[in-house]
């Protein structure tokens, strides 16, 4: 690979790890992948395990699964992922989930990674919550796989409550819609809220 096409991947790498503002672990793959020296991989070094809602990067797990990343979720957002989940099968689309709850020090894990990556606490606060902010922590969020799964949450999440929260976070979803289904504007990043 020439060093131009390795400079624009390492960069294109940046990139998909900046967007994954809620500590997306594909984006730490992303980063790892392209060699990344300032990036150990996710549990190597916290010992994260499933007790912590770690989902091993690659891996998701259903809504059914009785894994703590499912079964320490909020119950309102667990059912109405659940009932989405139903209606979207009508359709062929599968939800999955590679990030559901996480415990304080999973979060503070990626925060830390994040501090070390963005080079100080006030930039990593844009793009990964710290574990008191984090609505993954408090499991009222989630993070939904495939591609096609955001694209049908997107456009009729509202009707079930789910609404993506972040412009830059098509994967990320919460319980926000109003009593009519309509969910609020999209924050710009993590940052913003
Ligand atoms: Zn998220």
């Known amino acids: ?6 400079l624009a991947a390492a960069a294109a790498a940046s990139v998909l790890l900046a967007l994954s503002g809620c500590g997306l672990v594909g984006g730490v793959a992303a980063a790892q992948s392209a060699g990344t020296p300032d990036r150990l991989p996710v549990g190597a070094s916290a010992e994260l395990g499933p007790d912590d809602g770690f989902i091993p990067v690659g891996e998701s797990v259903a809504l059914t699964d009785d894994v703590p990343a ?3 979720l909020d119950s309102r957002l667990r059912d109405a992922l659940q009932r989405a989940a139903e209606a979207a099968a009508a359709s062929d689309v599968r939800f999955t989930l590679v990030d559901g709850w996480r415990s304080a020090r999973y979060q503070q894990y990626l925060f830390d990674q994040a501090v070390a990556q963005y080079g100080s606490v006030d930039e990593a606060a844009r793009w990964v919550k ?9 499991g009222e969020a989630v993070d939904i796989a495939t591609a096609d799964a955001m694209d049908w949450l ?5 009707e079930f409550g789910l609404c993506q ?3 830059n976070e098509a994967w990320h979803f919460e319980l926000a819609a109003d009593d009519t289904g309509t969910c609020p504007p999209q924050l710009t990043d993590g940052s913003a809220g």
């Open 1 to 6: 690979m020439h060093l131009r096409s390795l």
């Open 70 to 72: 499912v079964t320490q």
């Open 130 to 138: 710290q574990p008191d902010q984090s609505k993954h922590v408090l």
């Open 154 to 158: 997107n456009r009729f999440g509202g």
């Open 165 to 167: 929260i972040y412009a």
